[in-house]
Structures are given as C-alpha cells and as structure tokens.
Nanobody
C-alpha cells in the first residue's frame, strides 16, 4: 500500500532553515505528482509546493523565493528546503501524493482535493 513518511521537522528561529524529507513506497513513484501541504492550528490545510515527475514546480505565493521542492525518482524521495523561515510558517507539514498518476507524472491543479495520500506529518516551529 502507499506509504509516505516525513522527517526533518523541528524548531528554528526566524530567518533560519530546515529541510524536510519524505520517503515514498508502495507505488510507482515517478508516475505521480508529489506535494507538500501544511496546516497550522485552527486553519485549513494549504498547499505549499508541488512537483511533477520531470521536476516542474509550483509554489504558494507565501513561500516563493524561500522554499524549494525537489524529488529523486531513483530513490523515491521528496524534499522541501525551507529558508528565511518566518513565524507564520509554523505548522504541521505533510507530504502528499496526487490521486491520479500517468507515465508523465503530471501535476493536477494544486488543491487539496486532488491529493489523496498523506504522510503522518512533521512539525515545524519558527520562533521570533
């Protein structure tokens, strides 16, 4: 079955950096768009970044220029490099797989409804 396991969260001061990782298993990794979402207490889960099999990316406006998503199709891993972190980046971060796949691994519209498999989440806390 599909398994997504995140790691790399933690606590950091504003302006610092963290790198999140996600290990995927149970499916043909290169056939699926992958994404990172986050959810702060009392808020809806929101998309942070997505990447298709070829490496084309999309980002939420709030993280553009600060976060970088990447994937390694040979190792079935997904990463999120986060820099210039702000207190408002504090949230639980989730690795996610798109519902539908294809040989090209293209990304659907970057909304929660199009992603159907989730990891357990990793907490990121940014202090001011």
């Amino acid at each position: 079955q599909v398994q997504l396991v995140e790691s790399g969260g933690g606590s950091v001061q504003a302006g610092g950096s963290l790198r999140l990782s996600c290990a995927a298993s149970g499916y043909t990794y290169s056939h699926y768009c992958m994404g990172w979402f986050r959810q702060a207490p009392g808020k809806d889960r929101e998309g942070v970044a997505a990447i298709d099999s070829a490496g084309s990316t999309s980002y939420a406006d709030s993280v553009k220029g600060r976060f970088t998503i990447s994937r390694d199709n040979a190792k079935n891993t997904l990463s999120l490099q986060m820099s210039s972190l702000k207190p408002e980046d504090t949230a639980m971060y989730y690795c996610a797989r798109a519902f539908l796949g294809s040989s090209g691994g293209f990304c659907p519209a970057f909304i929660r409804a199009n992603f159907g498999y989730w990891g357990q989440g990793t907490q990121v806390t940014v202090s001011s």
